[in-house]
């Protein structure tokens, strides 16, 4: 066979339509051998691409492929679903012409074949129509598709439970309503028992198809966590595929976002520490729904955030923000940061000791970064710093921080120093005093204010001691100065 571009038409010098129009009489062959191959050749050409998917609609071939669907033996109709799955899956628009010729019917007739092969094919198709769009995928509920999915995912067969349970999960993730209707017939049950089916890829498709049930709403995730699925789910976090891993990841977040209830119900579980021991695991986008996880948990209360904190999540979510080379999961991690030490001076403090503060801080300022890692950035140092009152972690602050966030730096040192003299006296061996007494504000301004109320925590010739020129008008007074003659 030869070879070609995606520019370049296949075998035939007349180009796409003059392929078609050759195979298209060969789907009506006598010999069923011949039909099957045409058919075959028909998909394995749509499935290259959308172009060659588009001369099969224009070539008049899906009415054909229809029709011979519901006629043929079982080695046709294989084909011929594959076809329409190749030509389905490119566009809303070319899947909108497989339903607008009338194949949902007869797929769905497919479903209830004696062979699981005819059904894997037509559940397959099923499903890519779906993913496109909830217009789509409400054409393929209203063919009747869904209760005949749940009935292929109880089927001893793996290869269709994992198609129709990927299919279930298409049709759900577009809206509620769609959810519902895969709720209503049972399916949840049927997906939550195999959890832990040895096969790597059913696990992942029954993982996908709860995540994309549960994200909809809380009485969805409510029935999904009703089906029992913890702590059995918890068991995938370690499993040795990476995909199991993140659409375990991604279900467990999807059901913690919701409630404070529903994650308090995860944490007893075990499955803050068992999503923070998968994120130390694994790396990359596998990791990105256990970093969303986290931050979902430590959101919804102070409680929470501290059973994150007591689950070592910390610790690892800094290392995601200083080793993970992509800006979107340095991102989540920030915002995940942030949710936690937003909290109580308690939550700020056990975020600052891990040194994140200093790197979220180069990640806001680097022009390397995104605007979404910059503005999550700023946003995280924002929140820790309104509360944090852990002064050897803000100290690196004064100088390096721009304006913006020296603001809060020193208001958190306002707050402190009144009430701490150890403080008070650190600040002054450390150079602190002398570096706020450099800092250039406005009158009147905020920053003046908090800048005054750390001056009055010490003596005024102190203050003029570290004042910038103290020195200089010292010298001038020697300069100055007559000693009496003896």
């Given at each position: 066979?030869?070879?070609?571009?995606?520019?370049?038409?296949?075998?035939?010098?007349?180009?796409?339509?003059g392929?078609?129009?050759?195979?298209?009489?060969?789907?009506?062959?006598?010999?069923?051998?011949?039909?099957?191959?045409?058919?075959?050749?028909?998909?394995?050409?749509?499935?290259?691409?959308?172009?060659?998917?588009?001369?099969?609609?224009?070539?008049?071939?899906?009415?054909?492929?229809?029709?011979s669907?519901?006629?043929?033996?079982?080695?046709?109709?294989?084909?011929?679903?594959?076809?329409?799955?190749?030509?389905?899956?490119?566009?809303?628009?070319?899947?909108?012409a497989?339903?607008?010729?009338?194949?949902?019917?007869?797929?769905?007739?497919?479903?209830?074949?004696?062979?699981?092969?005819?059904?894997?094919?037509?559940?397959?198709?099923?499903?890519?129509?779906?993913?496109?769009?909830?217009?789509?995928?409400?054409?393929?509920?209203?063919?009747?598709?869904?209760?005949?999915?749940?009935?292929?995912?109880?089927?001893?067969?793996?290869?269709?439970?994992?198609?129709?349970?990927?299919?279930?999960?298409?049709?759900?993730?577009?809206?509620?309503?769609?959810?519902?209707?895969?709720?209503?017939?049972?399916?949840?049950?049927h997906?939550?028992?195999?959890?832990?089916?040895?096969?790597?890829?059913?696990?992942?498709?029954?993982?996908?198809?709860?995540?994309?049930?549960?994200?909809?709403?809380?009485?969805?995730?409510?029935?999904?966590?009703?089906?029992?699925?913890?702590?059995?789910?918890?068991t995938?976090?370690?499993?040795?595929?990476?995909?199991?891993?993140?659409?375990a990841?991604?279900?467990?977040?999807?059901?913690?976002?919701?409630?404070?209830?529903?994650s308090?119900?995860?944490?007893?579980?075990?499955?803050?520490?068992?999503?923070t021991?998968?994120?130390?695991?694994?790396?990359?986008?596998?990791?990105?729904?256990?970093?969303?996880?986290?931050?979902?948990?430590?959101?919804?209360?102070?409680?929470?955030?501290?059973?994150?904190?007591?689950?070592?999540?910390?610790?690892?979510?800094?290392?995601?923000l200083?080793?993970?080379?992509?800006?979107?999961?340095?991102?989540?991690?920030?915002?995940?940061?942030?949710?936690?030490g937003?909290?109580?001076?308690?939550?700020?403090?056990?975020?600052?000791?891990?040194?994140?503060?200093?790197?979220?801080?180069?990640?806001?300022?680097?022009?390397?970064?995104?605007?979404?890692?910059?503005t999550?950035?700023?946003?995280?140092?924002?929140s820790?710093?309104?509360?944090?009152?852990?002064?050897?972690?803000?100290?690196?602050?004064?100088?390096?921080?721009?304006?913006?966030?020296l603001?809060?730096?020193?208001?958190?040192?306002?707050?402190?120093?009144?009430?701490d003299?150890?403080?008070?006296?650190?600040?002054?061996?450390?150079?602190?005093l002398k570096?706020?007494?450099?800092?250039?504000?406005?009158?009147?301004?905020?920053?003046?204010?908090?800048?005054?109320?750390?001056?009055?925590?010490?003596?005024?010739?102190?203050?003029?001691?570290?004042?910038?020129?103290?020195?200089?008008?010292?010298?001038?007074?020697?300069?100055s100065?007559?000693?009496?003659?003896?």
């Amino acid at each position: 066979m030869h070879s070609f571009t995606k520019d370049q038409s296949p075998w035939i010098p007349n180009g796409k339509e003059g392929v078609m129009s050759l195979l298209r009489p060969l789907l009506l062959d006598v010999v069923p051998t011949i039909q099957q191959t045409a058919a075959l050749a028909l998909g394995r050409l749509a499935n290259y691409n959308g172009d060659l998917a588009e001369a099969v609609v224009k070539g008049d071939i899906l009415p054909q492929l229809v029709y011979s669907l519901a006629e043929q033996n079982r080695f046709y109709k294989k084909a011929a679903a594959f076809v329409l799955r190749a030509v389905g899956k490119h566009s809303p628009q070319l899947a909108q012409a497989i339903v607008d010729c009338g194949a949902l019917d007869t797929l769905v007739i497919c479903l209830e074949d004696f062979d699981p092969g005819v059904k894997e094919a037509a559940a397959w198709a099923l499903g890519y129509i779906a993913r496109h769009n909830a217009e789509l995928s409400q054409a393929v509920v209203d063919a009747g598709a869904v209760p005949l999915l749940v009935l292929c995912i109880q089927e001893p067969e793996i290869a269709l439970k994992r198609i129709a349970a990927s299919a279930l999960s298409d049709i759900s993730k577009h809206s509620p309503e769609l959810a519902q209707t895969v709720v209503d017939v049972g399916a949840i049950a049927h997906l939550a028992q195999m959890i832990l089916n040895p096969d790597s890829k059913l696990k992942r498709q029954v993982l996908s198809a709860l995540s994309q049930i549960a994200k909809h709403s809380v009485d969805l995730a409510e029935m999904v966590v009703e089906a029992e699925i913890f702590p059995v789910v918890l068991t995938c976090l370690k499993d040795k595929d990476d995909y199991v891993k993140k659409n375990a990841s991604t279900l467990i977040r999807e059901i913690a976002k919701h409630t404070p209830e529903l994650s308090q119900l995860i944490v007893n579980t075990g499955g803050v520490a068992a999503v923070t021991d998968c994120i130390g695991s694994c790396k990359g986008n596998i990791r990105l729904p256990g970093i969303m996880m986290l931050g979902y948990v430590a959101a919804h209360s102070e409680n929470l955030a501290m059973a994150v904190i007591v689950s070592k999540a910390v610790p690892q979510l800094s290392v995601c923000l200083s080793e993970e080379p992509e800006d979107h999961i340095k991102a989540a991690a920030a915002w995940a940061l942030g949710q936690i030490g937003r909290h109580t001076p308690e939550h700020a403090r056990a975020v600052a000791v891990t040194n994140t503060l200093p790197v979220l801080l180069s990640l806001y300022m680097s022009t390397e970064s995104s605007e979404d890692l910059q503005t999550k950035s700023k946003k995280a140092i924002k929140s820790i710093l309104q509360k944090c009152t852990y002064l050897p972690a803000l100290e690196p602050f004064l100088y390096d921080a721009p304006p913006n966030i020296l603001k809060h730096v020193v208001g958190q040192f306002s707050k402190v120093l009144p009430h701490d003299s150890k403080a008070r006296r650190l600040f002054v061996t450390s150079g602190g005093l002398k570096k706020v007494q450099e800092i250039k504000a406005g009158p009147g301004s905020l920053l003046q204010e908090y800048i005054n109320s750390i001056n009055s925590c010490y003596p005024e010739e102190i203050v003029r001691y570290y004042s910038p020129g103290y020195s200089d008008a010292l010298l001038q007074r020697v300069d100055s100065y007559q000693p009496l003659a003896n």
